[in-house]
Nanobody, 117 residues
Framework: VQLQASGGGSVQAGGSLRLSCAAS????????MGWFRQAPGREREFVAA????????YYADFAKGRFTISKDIAKNTVYLQMNSLKPEDTAVYYCAAGLSGPNFNSWGQGTLVTVSS
């Protein structure tokens, strides 16, 4: 599965952005898709994930109430709507797909989100 992320950019604190991640290839194998992020000097961290069968979505504590993950199966695309952005949300955001087991097996290139105060 190949993943293409887009939608990053620069925004002021309190603003919103919507990230998109389009999957191609063996998309019938996708079990879940998710978003991770990595800020400068920090380790990559989980942001949100959604099961492709629609049975659930999961969020990191910092994302709850501000970020919403959604999917469009017909377009093989997952979205991350980010509202009330904070400077600490500045990071490269990566989308990932889980094809088997509990892990994420395929990763897209990152898209940079910069939030200024």
């Amino acid at each position: 599965v190949q993943l293409q992320a887009s939608g990053g950019g620069s925004v002021q604190a309190g603003g919103s952005l919507r990230l998109s991640c389009a999957a191609s290839g063996r998309t019938a194998s996708v079990i879940r898709m998710g978003w991770f992020r990595q800020a400068p000097g920090r380790e990559r961290e989980f942001v949100a994930a959604i099961r492709w069968d629609g049975t659930g979505a999961y969020y990191a504590d910092f994302a709850k109430g501000r970020f919403t993950i959604s999917k469009d199966i017909a377009k093989n695309t997952v979205y991350l709507q980010m509202n009330s952005l904070k400077p600490e949300d500045t990071a490269v955001y990566y989308c990932a797909a889980g094809l088997s087991g509990p892990n994420f097996n395929s990763w897209g290139q990152g898209t940079l989100v910069t939030v200024s105060s």
